[in-house]
């Protein structure tokens, strides 16, 4: 009787106590708070012109434009690449393997290449552009999972080594084009190619803003089953998980999130590694449903703070993703070190 009241009694809670779960709250509840106030300070902070001059609200709409970039880019970056980890069971890799801002460049290249600058700007301009670059993304990542993870031989680090191979040569042919341009035309393709919110527009919205909701939806319903899959292959399908149905399906969700993304503001190669690592830093648990908003409310404020700092403080406005990817390398290489094996 003893042995059933003590078998009752044993829980499985996300947090070993009370203090933990109450620091998790707090440094969650400060991380949005500073987050939003970098917000506000980037959309009304050294506005040109006074609050009741009729100017005011266009000004603070257009950077709006840039902050719900910023956003975007926030959930996309956090949940693919903690998601990707996830699956992979591995947290020095990042979604980047798998060649989404090789593929980028590769596009962006072919059409200077091949139609010259005016085609090229009108391309950028367009939402047609933005469609176009998330459908091939999204496309040639459904045919890699197809073809290297269905079937009873299906191998994860296969498809990882050949997302590296394929990324390679992407990234070799780019830049053999790239150096076979005009002086102007590498100019005008080179400030397209580095990660900006700039680069986004706001009928890019409408369209990215419903499919990262949808995505999003589904990986955090699947938080329970990502706490499984993280244990490993043999763990998981002895407590009943499929895991190879499970890594394809949130495959799938990473490379639209991946897509959206890159072909929103461009490739932000370690910004996710970045926010991944210093949210498993902060969350004292495995448990997704609390890691989840933890690298939202980390990557928000990295990306909203490095704007306000470098716009503001710095006057630097063209180097923000290079500091980031900075910063995002050097952990890597941190990282990369302290456990001496990928």
Known sequence: MSGLVHSKSRTAKAFRSRKEQTRYWILLISLFAIGVLMTLGLMVYKNPVPVDSPSFLPIVKRRAVAVGAML????????????FQTSTNNRIITPSLLGFEALHSTIHTSIMFFFGSTVFVRFTGGI??????????VGVCLLLYGWLLRGKYGNLQLMLLIGVIIGTGL????????????????????????????????????????????????????????????LGKSTATALGVNHQRGVIYMLILISVLMSVSTALVGPLTFYGFLVATLTYQAVPTYDHKYIFPMALAVSFLIITAAYFFMYHVFRAQGVVSIIIEMFGGVVFLVVLLRKGRL
Do not use: H, W
Not at 196 to 217: G, L, Q
């Open 72 to 83: 975007i880019s926030a959930v996309c970056q956090s949940l693919a690449t903690v998601t």
């Open 171 to 230: 990234r070799s042919v780019s830049s053999f084009m790239r150096r076979l341009l005009a002086p102007s035309e590498f100019d005008l393709l080179q400030s397209r190619l580095f990660g900006s919110v700039s680069n986004a527009k706001a009928e890019y919205f409408p369209v990215a803003i419903p499919v990262i909701v949808v995505a999003a939806v589904f990986i955090l319903a699947y938080s329970k089953k990502l706490n499984v899959l993280s």
């Open 128 to 137: 047609e552009s933005f469609l176009l670059q998330t459908g091939i993304m």
